[in-house]
């Protein structure tokens, strides 16, 4: 009995301690699973407070952006002015039905899509909704209506493209432009980088007068606050701005003021931006000399913006007594050496490029026709066509300024290489406002060195078309080709077109040189982040710490 009851409670123990330990086992487990619980929780919500920090220093984010600003703009009407001052800043005021992407494509913005009809004469844009404008009005149709209409009547270069064209309202949000007939490349033609057919309320453009709009209202990330014509331009953050969702690219896709504030102070004085951009004085300079390039290179304090610029020509007066003669306009071409050139004017092979492209290497539309008369350094086969052309020493004038340094820099090659090959040709130097008032007189001068900018279509080439006036390519066979190509069936008959056309412009018409492309220094103190560059910098997306 006693071993018996002995045995009993030894089992007894034993069952008892497996409970406890089973017991043990599930309490282990419970305190394992509340261990890992704890764990997720801390990790949620450290990142929960870590997106709200993220969320907080975007809404803080905030400040002002002061800006050495190259120039003073002479309008800001972005519907008129081809100026490239006007075209920096007013990018961040005004949107279009289109933008360009990084790759000059044009994307949707301001429509949310559109439909070409099956003929390819009808283009509809289906309008995004809810879009407003600084004055707190919604965009509608009308608005695209009137700003699209007097964009087309104030912009030469789409007269291809546009003549006998409408535009028309078909409800609050959609917008159809009829065509004549099809043409080719429409939507490039709405995302220029200059002159841009800018968005604004129907009822600024009734009110603009011939001078240009006396209101600066838009859709963009930024709003004007202020024009001080000799001082400064003053923009806001747009608190009601709505972004599309798309990546950012280019002038495309997502855009965020994340500035309170942005000055464009007007410092026409390049040594005063270099100095104020190192002591600290300025955030952002544009338009540094090029020769300061190595030194704000490598102060640690400062970033550089190389920024892809307009491609630079000799552009021929063909009004002139003279240069009405195309074999003299070639003679003149042959003897240019255009690397000089460009090591004259930029300093540094970082900012520009050899390139005969009447439209660049960096377009869709590039074409190598004509590239054996570009670049030829030829002094014997231009003394030959000088004496062709019947050229007897005559003097002329080629205007420039040192307003723009390195167009003078240029001018000043330009006129060694001319008396190598015996043309009489003297420099005119004056203020930039001069220059744009003397070359409307055929008499004054024969060619100059300027920039055009990059376009998307050879019709928007202005040196290869009829709308400059005093530089108009105004020869038949020119604009027959121009013509035939916004006509053509295809992509491919357009390109072969534009090459027939690319050829004859440097083999025979020859209506300006090109010398090449070009690009811009622009800098920012090291504490500016989010930067972009396309045609010159972007500044939405941007944001400064202290």
Aim: proline share 3%.
């Amino acid at each position: 009995m006693a071993r018996r009851k002995y045995y009993f409670l030894v089992v007894m123990f034993l069952m008892l301690l497996l409970v406890a330990a089973g017991c043990g086992s599930d309490d282990t487990s419970s305190s394992e699973g509340e261990s890992t619980d704890k764990e997720t929780e801390t990790e949620t919500s450290t990142e929960e407070e870590e997106t709200e920090e993220a969320d907080e220093q975007v809404a803080e984010a905030g400040g002002e952006l002061r800006i050495a600003f190259y120039q003073r703009p002479p309008s800001l009407d972005p519907h008129v002015s081809t100026s490239a001052a006007n075209g920096m800043i007013t990018r961040h005021i005004y949107e279009g039905l289109m933008a360009p992407n990084e790759n000059s494509e044009p994307e949707p913005m301001l429509a949310e899509s559109v439909d070409v009809s099956d003929d390819g004469e009808t283009y509809t844009f289906n309008l995004r909704e809810g879009v407003m404008f600084h004055n707190d009005k919604e965009m509608t149709a009308e608005d695209v209506v009137a700003s699209m209409e007097r964009w087309v009547e104030n912009n030469s270069s789409v007269e291809l493209i546009y003549g006998g064209s409408s535009w028309k309202a078909v409800d609050d949000y959609t917008v159809e432009l009829h065509l004549e007939t099809a043409k080719t490349g429409v939507l490039d033609t709405l995302v220029p980088v200059l002159q841009a057919p800018a968005i604004m309320p129907k009822e600024v453009i009734e009110s603009a007068d011939a001078a240009g709009i006396t209101e600066y209202v838009g859709t963009g990330p930024f709003q004007m606050e202020e024009y001080l014509t000799d001082q400064h331009v003053h923009l806001t953050k747009f608190a009601d701005y709505e972004a599309v969702d798309t990546e950012a690219s280019g002038l495309a896709g997502k855009k965020e003021a994340l500035l309170d504030d942005i000055y464009f102070e007007f410092v026409t004085d390049a040594s005063t931006r270099i100095a104020g951009i190192t002591s600290g004085e300025y955030d952002v300079a544009y338009n540094i000399p090029y020769d300061s390039y190595e030194m704000l290179d490598s102060d640690p304090n400062i970033n550089t913006l190389v920024a892809l610029g307009s491609p630079n020509f000799l552009i021929f007066n063909k009004k002139n007594k003279l240069f009405q003669d195309q074999t003299l306009r070639q003679a003149v071409a042959a003897a240019l050496d255009v690397e000089e050139i460009l090591q004259a004017s930029y300093v540094h092979e970082d900012f520009y490029e050899l390139d005969h492209g009447y439209m660049s290497q960096h377009t869709d539309w590039y074409s190598e026709a004509g590239e054996e008369y570009y670049n030829q350094g030829n002094i014997e086969k231009a003394k030959e066509l000088l004496e062709e052309a019947g050229y007897d020493g005559e003097e002329f004038t080629m205007l420039t300024s040192q307003d723009v340094p390195t167009n003078y820099s240029a001018a000043v090659v330009i006129q060694e290489q001319m008396k190598q090959i015996g043309v009489n040709v003297t420099i005119g130097d004056y203020d930039w406002a001069t220059v744009s008032e003397l070359r409307e007189d055929p008499d004054e001068w024969g060619f100059y060195v300027n920039g055009a900018t990059e376009v998307n279509i050879p019709a928007q080439v202005l040196v290869l078309g009829p709308s400059m006036g005093w530089g108009s390519a105004d020869d038949e066979h020119l604009v027959n080709l121009h013509n035939d190509i916004i006509h053509a069936g295809s992509e491919e008959e357009a390109k072969e077109l534009w090459d027939e056309l690319h050829e004859y412009a440097w083999s025979e018409y020859m209506p300006a040189a090109k010398i090449g492309n070009t690009y811009s220094l622009n800098v920012a103190r090291d504490n500016i982040e989010g930067i972009t560059t396309y045609h010159s910098l972007v500044l939405w997306n941007t944001t400064k710490t202290d």
